[in-house]
């Protein structure tokens, strides 16, 4: 596989982490499944004050935390010069049938089937999906882009122009080939990330009340 080929596909992976933490945050008691930073924040705060309770905070924390053990683990024998492997595409398979399976299980919730599962029971499978990613991708060892929590990628980003800026004002030999490119990386996961985000909120806004699921207008999920 040829690293365009690669790039591409962590977009799709970042497209689909900030999907889920938008997803998660209005669905799921204001929790995220991705940025474990916001997580433990709000988790510290609600010592002080509850905005909706600390038990969809730690289901996520602990999902979190598992799924990223076991996407290590099922990709623990990828070689640091691999583009890509067959035991990341098997992990991020497993990722997708959990994502669909929570899926699956949010449309029957708001189909009100009776069979439809609880949003905890969601909640711990979109984390533990999420973990996953993020488990695999660290074994990719791409400098400075990870797709699932981006405070790093910003880092990275910013710091990379810095460094740009100061090699434009004293040019010097025997410059990393790939350093733009990297930073050109960095900004894509970003804006997709985020773009991501605004298109799950604009769904949650504009068609799901009005499909009748009430999720910002009525009572909320967790409560049910």
């Not at 790039?7 to 992976?13: E, H, N």
């Not at 599962?117 to 993020?134: D, Y």
């Amino acid at each position: 596989m040829r690293s365009v080929e690669r790039d591409f596909r962590l977009l799709i992976l970042a497209a689909s982490a900030g999907s889920a933490d938008g997803w998660s945050y209005f669905g799921f008691g204001h929790a995220f499944v991705a940025n474990m930073t916001g997580n433990t924040v709000l988790l510290g705060l609600a010592v002080f004050q509850d905005h909706g309770g600390v038990l969809p905070l730690v289901i996520s924390l602990g999902c979190y935390a598992l799924g990223a053990m076991l996407g290590s683990l099922l990709t623990r024998n990828v070689r640091a010069d691999t583009v890509w492997s067959r035991a990341i595409s098997r992990t991020l398979l497993l990722e997708a049938l959990l994502l669909l399976a929570a899926e699956a299980g949010w449309i029957a919730i708001h189909l009100r089937a009776g069979y439809a599962p609880s949003l905890h029971l969601l909640l711990a499978t979109v984390a533990l999906a999420i973990g996953m990613q993020s488990g695999a991708m660290v074994q990719l060892k791409i400098p400075g882009i990870v797709t699932t929590y981006i405070t790093g990628t910003w880092t990275s980003l910013l710091s990379g122009l810095v460094r740009l800026l100061r090699q434009e004002q004293r040019p010097t030999i025997g410059q990393d080939p790939g350093f733009e490119e990297r930073l050109l990386m960095q900004a894509g996961v970003l804006c997709v990330y985020f773009l991501s985000v605004v298109l799950t909120g604009w769904f949650f806004r504009r068609l799901l009340p009005s499909a009748g699921a009430g999720l910002l207008s009525g009572p909320r999920p967790t409560r049910r």
